[in-house]
């Protein structure tokens, strides 16, 4: 730390020697409220205050450019504290060279390769500490080499529960890549490949007596390729990449279960794919993504193990997610969680416009794992786990061991200028199974056609949402505006069980003795008036509602633990039983320095972006003030 610092004290000096150009970004988040600690039926809330303040410094100079980021923060919203000199970055540029060194991002390939990024929402960061050199040769051929070290750590999931302010796992990962492409090479064609180098320590069980956490290498090689193709009116991309990781130490690395050991293998292999293509003619166009990603064949018991999860994904991997990221408030709380290391699928996007004021948005994915586990005991009573593979490339499988994953999306958007009314109503549809569990076992001793047949008993958890989002603002006189935010959203969980019989020696079940399905509903609606001035101010009224949580706790129940606005409504006879309001006003003090303030609760939910998710707790009787201002 204190060598970064006398670096940023050093460069400053030059610069300021100079006739230098600089900005500086000052974003500060204070608050006070608190958050409930989950638990099936009870209602207990902690102290959730934060301080989160950051100052951005960039200064440049003709070829040069100094980007520093300060941070001082004890608590962050989400996160743990640091206080100190947060990123620091040095850029030269000229011509056909450029060299970056310190924080790192940006990407190789499409995230296959690496993938660096941040963000401080989610207290997410995979960047990387070191140095980047690009140069350009004869105008065609583009290399890039990178070293450096990503560090940091990441959270235990994304669930109630999670403690979003503690890191379970810390990472340390040295990286070393070179990355060629040769741009074109035919009219409008770019071909290109990358060699990747990974050394990192990982978090693993280790203890045989007291199952504890200890720091192990894991060394990864990912050689990757790609090719792009852009025409007149449509372009294609592909990426594959292959990744072989070895446990130098294998030998004294096991993991206890409950019931089991678990042995990790000294060297596996994967490999992902990934292909989009986009075809845009005119007023109307459609894009296609097809994902393929197999770096990890582990049965659920290992999965179940988040250490030896981490110990096989890298902290800078990130390959595209292949599904819609939704904008929505209901929507973006329960997205599909992408499995990084086992998951191939789809997605297909079209979008036109109808007239002069209509547009119209379609959207279709699905995915799946590559493989579905089931516990087999045998005739003589020993106990295996039996996988079943799916090959077929691209193309997810609907067998509920595998996972699947499908959502349906419309959009209508309306503008009519003479009114500024801009209306926007989506439809959305997904189904997917959370959990599934199988255990298949002969039947000895039983009757003649039982004893020829082994018997499956199949247990699943699947959730169906059916989602409304609309959206519709109004033009009003002296250039206000006023906006109406409405969605609702209805979700089933079924909780199944299937019971078949398959005979020995083949694949497929021949008869079905019975399928048990209990579905339990739930309703979830969103609301948020807003008036306001663009650029000058807004004050927004929001609203959130549950039928009931997942963990049976009611709350807004007691009127003696009401805030300020609970009181009022409540006193105006609205039934405050699971439903979080809250008031919020923006300033523009000028057009670069904004004011923020919200009064009230929140309920929580998943925060996400490619693919990464974290969970961010409910507050309740929250004070919250914010500030950003660029010089």
Not at 24 to 48: D, H, L
Not at 371 to 392: G, K, N
Not at 573 to 601: M, R
């Amino acid at each position: 730390m204190r060598l970064r610092n006398a670096i940023l004290i050093g460069i400053c000096s030059v610069l300021t020697a100079q006739e230098t150009q600089f900005s500086v970004g000052v974003s500060s988040f204070n608050g006070e409220a608190k958050t409930p600690i989950i638990q099936f039926g009870r209602n207990q809330f902690y102290p959730y205050d934060f301080g989160e303040h950051y100052l951005d410094l960039s200064a440049w100079r003709g070829e040069l450019t100094l980007w520093a980021n300060v941070e001082l923060s004890g608590p962050p919203r989400i996160g743990p504290s640091f206080a100190g000199l947060r990123k620091l970055s040095l850029s030269w540029e000229r011509d056909n060279l450029s060299v970056m060194v310190g924080d790192l991002y940006g990407q190789i390939g499409r995230g296959l390769g690496l993938n660096m990024w941040e963000n401080q929402n989610m207290d997410w960061d995979s960047t990387l500490r070191g140095a980047w050199l690009k140069t350009k040769l004869r105008d065609r051929f583009r290399l890039d080499l990178i070293a450096g070290k990503a560090t940091g750590g990441r959270h235990l999931g994304a669930a109630p529960g999670i403690d979003p302010r503690r890191r379970d796992f810390s990472e340390d990962e040295t990286i070393g890549a070179v990355s060629a492409k040769m741009e074109n090479l035919f009219p409008g064609s770019n071909i290109g490949g990358y060699l990747i180098f990974m050394n990192g320590k990982r978090s693993w069980f280790t203890s045989r007596e007291s199952n504890d956490l200890e720091i192990v290498t894991v060394t990864s090689v990912k050689p990757g390729f790609l090719l792009e193709y852009a025409g007149n009116n449509f372009d294609l991309y592909f990426e594959g990449v292959a990744r072989s990781a070895s446990l130098p130490d294998v030998d004294s690395l096991y993991s206890e279960t409950r019931f089991m050991w678990h042995h990790y293998e000294r060297q596996t292999s994967g490999r992902g794919l990934y292909l989009a293509g986009s075809y845009y003619p005119g007023n109307w166009g459609v894009t296609v993504e097809l994902k393929d990603y197999l770096f990890d064949r582990s049965p659920p018991e290992q999965r179940a193990h988040l250490p030896f999860r981490l110990g096989r994904s890298s902290l800078v991997t990130g390959p595209p997610s292949g599904f819609r990221e939704h904008s929505s408030t209901l929507l973006a709380r329960t997205p599909h969680i992408m499995d990084l290391d086992d998951e191939l699928g789809f997605q297909i996007e079209f979008n036109r416009q109808l007239n002069e004021n209509l547009f119209l948005l379609l959207n279709y994915s699905r995915s799946s794992r590559h493989t579905a586990f089931a516990i087999e005991t045998d005739e003589s009573f020993r106990i295996a786990w039996q996988r079943s593979d799916h090959e077929r490339l691209f193309v997810p499988s609907s067998d509920y061991g595998f996972y699947p994953f499908h959502e349906g999306y419309a959009e209508l958007t309306y503008r009519y200028d003479p009114l500024r009314l801009d209306f926007t109503a989506g439809l959305a549809q997904s189904s997917e199974v959370l959990i599934y569990r199988a255990h298949s076992f002969y039947r000895a001793g039983a009757s003649e056609w039982l004893s020829s047949r082994s018997k499956k008993i199949e247990l699943f958890e699947r959730r169906n949402l059916f989602s409304i989002p609309t959206e519709l603002t109004i033009g009003l006189p002296w250039n206000l505006f006023v906006s109406f935010d409405m969605e609702h959203q209805w979700e089933a969980l079924a909780f199944g069980s299937k019971t078949s019989f398959t005979p020995h020696g083949e694949s497929k079940s021949d008869s079905v003795k019975a399928v048990d399905i209990d579905v339990v509903p739930y309703y979830y609606r969103y609301g948020a008036v807003t008036i306001g001035k663009a650029s000058r101010f807004s004050f927004s009224f929001l609203f959130d509602h549950a039928s009931k949580t997942k963990t049976g706790d009611i709350f807004n129940s007691d009127p003696e633990q009401d805030n300020a606005l609970e009181d009022l409504l409540r006193r105006n006879q609205i039934d405050l039983a699971n439903k979080w309001f809250g008031i919020e006003t923006t300033l523009y003090v000028t057009s670069s320095t904004v004011v923020s303030f919200f009064y009230g609760s929140v309920q929580g939910g998943l925060k996400c972006e490619n693919g990464i998710c974290v969970y961010v707790p409910g507050l309740e009787d929250a004070s919250m003030l914010s500030f950003t201002a660029n010089f």
